[in-house]
Nanobody
Framework: QVQLVESGGGHVEPGGSLRLSCAVS????????IGWFRRAPGKEGEGVDD???????????TYSGSVEGRFTITTNNDKNMVYLQMNGLKSEDTSVYYC??????????????????WGAGTLVSVSS
């Protein structure tokens, strides 16, 4: 059974940095990537937004325009941890962050509605 568990959320001031972790277990070989998504407070009734995705085999990552250049997604050698390094945080980055994955989907096909496994999320709050 595939399980994703996020950690590392917390409060940080604008301009600060935070690293989130997604612990991955039970992942079959036909799950190709891990994505990060987020939902801002007050938008619980809406969908999540894309943050980025990493292809586990190559380590290649892609990002949404709102975070590119500030956020970096990496994985460890064992492919059982995926990290989201967030630098230059802004108040609009305040969200619950989730990792998700979908069977037989490369990152180019990652969309929230296509994910079949989700973590519970971790809250990131950016304010002065």
């Amino acid at each position: 059974q595939v399980q994703l568990v996020e950690s590392g959320g917390g409060h940080v001031e604008p301009g600060g940095s935070l690293r989130l972790s997604c612990a991955v277990s039970g992942l079959p070989p036909d799950y190709y990537g891990i994505g990060w998504f987020r939902r801002a407070p007050g938008k619980e009734g809406e969908g999540v937004d894309d943050v980025g995705c990493i292809e586990l085999s190559s380590g290649s990552a892609t990002y949404s325009g709102s975070v590119e250049g500030r956020f970096t997604i990496t994985t460890n050698n064992d492919k059982n941890m995926v990290y989201l390094q967030m630098n230059g945080l802004k108040s609009e980055d305040t969200s619950v962050y989730y990792c998700g994955t979908g069977r037989r989907l490369p990152c180019s096909y990652f969309r929230p509605g296509a994910m079949d496994v989700w973590g519970a999320g971790t809250l990131v709050s950016v304010s002065s």
